[in-house]
């Protein structure tokens, strides 16, 4: 089955610089990945997502790009604000079918002010 | 609020007894799914419907479990004979097929 690593799992960054996270997919078949952010003790809430016919997509400051030969999928923050403090998981799945998602390990993401 | 809603929001039980969650989906939401999520790990899929049909489970569904959604509408998740392990934070989703995933705020399962 589907196995998705993500990195890093914690972050701290400098209000207004730059976040990267970065996951990895185990199986070829898997054509959506979305992003979750969850704050603490809140349901994860999506962010952002990405299909496999896409290479990149930008909503604001929040962009996600896919590498489907490398298996691999990033979520880029731009000028990070300390609102953008939470846990982000990335996912994976395959959109027909039962469409469940298998999720990383989760980023705790800190904006220091 | 019109999102998905799970009810209680918090079950402290003492180990063998037998809980029971409730989740109400977003109503025009034909897709209904459970996730489990463990401290400081993301949400693990356990099951899912489509209207009332439950059409696949996971391997961490052990026999103990048992989830139903009798008129495609809203769904329940038992556990009998509660064990520690079942501690965690059990999330229901919902979302039309192939849309985005609409996750509830969860039901947090203390076992003693």
């Known amino acids: 089955g589907e196995n998705v690593e993500q990195h890093p799992s914690t972050l701290s960054v400098q209000e207004g610089d730059s976040a990267v996270i970065k996951c990895t997919y185990s199986?070829?078949?898997?054509?959506?990945f979305p992003w979750y952010k969850q704050e603490l003790g809140k349901r994860p809430q999506l962010i952002i997502d990405?299909?496999?016919?896409?290479g990149e997509k930008k909503d604001q400051r929040i962009a996600v790009t896919l590498n489907k030969t490398a298996k691999h999928f990033s979520l880029h923050i731009t000028e990070t604000q300390p609102e953008d403090s939470a846990v982000y998981f990335c996912a994976a799945s395959m959109s027909q079918g039962a469409q469940k998602l298998v999720f990383g390990q989760g980023t705790r993401l800190t904006i220091n002010p | 609020d019109t999102g998905v809603s799970q009810d209680p929001r918090h079950k402290i039980t003492k180990r063998g007894q037998n809980v029971t969650f409730r989740c109400d989906p977003i109503s025009e939401h034909n897709r209904l799914y459970w996730y489990r999520q463990t401290l400081g790990q993301g949400p693990e899929f356990l099951t899912y419907f489509q209207n009332e049909a439950q059409l696949e489970k996971s391997r961490l569904l052990s026999d103990r479990f048992s989830a139903e959604r009798p008129k495609g509408s809203f769904s329940t998740l038992e556990i009998q004979r509660t064990e520690q392990g079942d501690s965690a934070m059990y999330l229901c989703a919902s979302s039309f097929t192939g849309g985005e995933l609409f996750f509830g705020e969860g039901s947090r399962l203390t076992v003693l």
């Open positions: 990405i299909r496999s016919n896409v």
């Open positions: 199986d070829s078949a898997s054509n959506y």
